[in-house]
């Protein structure tokens, strides 16, 4: 089992930044891919990014590449979701995932194979 907290979320203004953390214990090791997703009021969950745990890897969704960085710290067994240049259409909450059954690209296609998913914090972008 993996276990994942997220925390960060918050109230910004449109133009403005926040940082996402999503803290991982239990079975992790270096062949867990993370994922953010994210999922707006009355709209599916939907990808917005993911890290492969050993490399460092990223990959993401066409909507928020340029503006969200994922980034991960060992030491803490944290993995980072900064955003940038939020817009009021980036209001989400926002989930923190993980699989060891997928590649870097899986969970962007396929989100069933997210296998542990966090508790959700929310980001509202005020316009």
């Known amino acids: 089992q993996v276990q994942l907290v997220e925390s960060g979320g918050g109230l910004v203004q449109a133009g403005g930044s926040l940082r996402l953390s999503c803290a991982a214990s239990?079975?992790?090791?270096?062949?867990?891919?993370l994922g953010w997703f994210r999922q707006a009021p009355g709209k599916e969950r939907v990808f917005v990014g993911s890290i492969r745990w050993s490399s460092r890897n990223t990959y993401y969704s066409d909507s928020v590449k340029g503006r969200f960085i994922i980034s991960s710290d060992d030491a803490k067994n944290t993995v980072y979701l900064q955003m940038n240049s939020l817009k009021p259409e980036d209001t989400a909450v926002y989930y923190c995932?993980?699989?060891?059954?997928?590649?870097?690209?899986?969970?962007?296609?396929?989100?069933?194979?997210?296998?542990?998913w966090g508790q959700g914090t929310q980001v509202t972008v005020s316009s």
């Open positions: 239990g079975r992790t090791s270096s062949t867990l891919i």
């Open positions: 995932a993980a699989t060891y059954r997928a590649s870097l690209y899986g969970m962007g296609y396929d989100p069933t194979l997210a296998d542990y």
